[in-house]
């Protein structure tokens, strides 16, 4: 497994954790790379996404919301932690490209979450990506 692909796994797991209880994002990635090898993932990229999706939480979430049609409250937790992932590296990491991040969450949808979440994931990804 790459090193950004085990970040990511790090950052939607914060992202999940934090859905359910909002601590500090220095404390949720501290909590989730504590007994992980160093070298096994990139703590500047889980910082910046992890802090990024939580400050840009309002916009990311309204994205989601008016692409998918659905309320918030209405995606599972999971499927909202890679898709809130997926929005940031979309509209604010212009360093990544597009069809690296819908495939990455895509990915973690297949890992993570339910059976069918990797096709609602890329639907999401895929049309938020072209606005």
Excluded at 40 to 46: A, G, K, Q, V, W
Excluded at 56 to 84: V, Y
Excluded at 98 to 117: A, D, N, Q, R
């Amino acid at each position: 497994m790459s090193i950004r692909t085990h970040s990511r796994q790090i950052i939607i797991q914060c992202l999940f954790q934090w859905s359910y209880d909002p601590l500090d994002p220095h404390i949720l990635i501290r909590e989730h790379t504590l007994n992980k090898k160093n070298n096994s993932f990139d703590l500047e990229f889980i910082t910046s996404c992890v802090k990024g999706c939580i400050e840009k939480q309002q916009e990311i979430d309204t994205l989601i919301e008016t692409t998918a049609q659905r309320h918030i409250k209405d995606i599972s937790p999971m499927e909202l932690a890679i898709l809130r992932l997926g929005v940031f590296e979309i509209k604010y990491r212009q360093d990544i490209p597009y069809k690296v991040s819908i495939t990455e969450c895509i990915e973690l949808s297949h890992k993570f979450g339910g059976p069918s979440s990797h096709k609602f994931i890329n639907h999401v990804l895929d049309t938020i990506s072209k606005v």
